[in-house]
T-cell receptor, first 110, second 113 residues
Framework: DAKTTQPNSMESNEEEPVHLPCNHS???????IHWYRQLPSQGPEYVIH???SNVNNRMASLAIAEDRKSSTLILHRATWRDAAVYYC???????????FGKGTHLIIQP | SQTIHQWPATLVQPVGSPLSLECTVE??????LYWYRQAAGRGLQLLFY??????ISSEVPQNLSASRPQDRQFILSSKKLLLSDSGFYLC????????????FGPGTRLTVL
C-alpha cells in the first residue's frame, strides 16, 4: 500500500463543512483511495472509497485530484458524532490487509 | 446482513498466561479475515490475515499465533503473554473483491499485568 500523509489534527465547528486532506504522491495507477474513521474505543468504520472520479455517499464526499496524488474527504455538516480519527489509505485490493497511518484527529467544537 | 462478533470485550491477564480471542462472522461465506492490534495512542498494526480455512499469513513475528478452523471463525492465541501484548485487538472481514471494504468488529481490550 502506498504511503499517505495527513495532518495530525483539525478543528471545526458544528454544522459547518469539514475538508480533510490527504497526500498520496506515490499512489499507483491501480490503487484505490479509501477513507475510514475510528470513534473512541471502537473499531474503524468504512467511510468512502474511490479510484479516479469524485464520489458521494450518505456519510461524505470524496474529491480526488486529477493527478490522483491527493484527495479530500468532505463532511458537509459535521456534528459532534463525527469527532474521530480519520484514516486515508491507498490499497491495491490485495488480501493482505490495510496499512493504517496515524490519521487525522478531527475535533468538533460546539 | 453481515455481522462480526468478537469476545470477550475486555480481558485482564497476568504475564505468562495463555490467550485465546475469538472472532466469528455471520451472513457471508469465504471471507478474508484479519487480526489487527492497536497499542495505546498508536495506529493499527496488521497481525495476521487469512484467505481460507487453515490458511494464515503473519505480518509481524511475535509470540502470537492465529488459526482459522472454520470458514467464518478466526482465533488469536498466545501460549505466554508479555506486557507488550496489551492493546486493543480488532478482527475484520472483507468479501475478497478488489474494491471491497473491511468491516471491523467491536474489539477486545487486553491488559496484561
Amino acid at each position: 500500500d502506498a504511503k499517505t500523509t495527513q495532518p495530525n489534527s483539525m478543528e471545526s465547528n458544528e454544522e459547518e463543512p469539514v475538508h480533510l486532506p490527504c497526500n498520496h504522491s506515490t499512489i499507483s495507477g491501480t490503487d484505490y483511495i479509501h477513507w475510514y474513521r475510528q470513534l473512541p474505543s471502537q473499531g474503524p468504520e468504512y467511510v468512502i472509497h474511490g479510484l479516479t472520479s469524485n464520489v458521494n455517499n450518505r456519510m461524505a464526499s470524496l474529491a480526488i485530484a486529477e493527478d490522483r496524488k491527493s484527495s479530500t474527504l468532505i463532511l458537509h455538516r459535521a456534528t459532534w458524532r463525527d469527532a474521530a480519527v480519520y484514516y486515508c489509505i491507498n490499497s491495491g485490493g490485495g488480501a493482505d490487509g490495510l496499512t493504517f497511518g496515524k490519521g487525522t484527529h478531527l475535533i468538533i467544537q460546539p | 446482513s453481515q455481522t462480526i462478533h468478537q469476545w470477550p470485550a475486555t480481558l485482564v491477564q497476568p504475564v505468562g498466561s495463555p490467550l485465546s480471542l475469538e472472532c466469528t462472522v455471520e451472513g457471508t461465506s469465504n471471507p478474508n479475515l484479519y487480526w489487527y492490534r492497536q497499542a495505546a495512542g498508536r495506529g493499527l498494526q496488521l497481525l495476521f490475515y487469512s484467505v481460507g480455512i487453515g490458511q494464515i499469513s503473519s505480518e509481524v513475528p511475535q509470540n502470537l499465533s492465529a488459526s482459522r478452523p472454520q470458514d467464518r471463525q478466526f482465533i488469536l492465541s498466545s501460549k505466554k503473554l508479555l506486557l507488550s501484548d496489551s492493546g486493543f485487538y480488532l478482527c475484520a472481514w472483507e468479501g475478497g473483491m478488489r474494491t471491497d471494504t473491511q468491516y471491523f468488529g467491536p474489539g477486545t481490550r487486553l491488559t496484561v499485568l
